[in-house]
């Protein structure tokens, strides 16, 4: 599976800092400067959070479809609670997905 819709979003600046849209923030702390740090062995991308050290691997949003992940934002925008779109994306989204969502737009503007 191509990446380009998680990746597509990214920006990144000459100092290696990557401008977090919705995709990239630290599991840890939720920040959302977040910078790379190579390749994992087995030759992903591998990120550092710039404020706490956290390294980790991004992977989750690339099995979610890039309509599902608008229309989610849209209806997390709109306030509506996580657990009846759990439902309402059930097979296309997990819970904990959704909540994580929830936690990047609240976070990151
Ligand atoms: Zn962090």
């Known amino acids: 599976m191509k990446m380009e819709g998680a990746m597509g979003s990214v920006a990144e600046r000459q ?8 995709e990239l923030v630290c599991p840890r702390c939720s920040n959302c400067s977040i910078r790379r740090d190579g390749k994992t062995a087995a030759g992903k991308q591998r990120w550092r959070c710039k404020l706490c050290g956290r390294i980790f691997v991004v992977e989750k949003d690339g099995r979610i479809s890039p309509l599902v992940k608008e229309l989610a934002d849209n209806l997390i925008k709109a306030g509506v609670a996580v657990p009846v779109l759990a ?21 990151c503007r």
């Open 15 to 22: 100092d290696g800092t990557v401008i977090a849209g919705v």
């Open 87 to 107: 439902q309402a994306f059930q097979g296309h989204a997990s819970k904990r997905w959704l909540y994580h969502r929830r936690s990047v737009i609240r976070e």
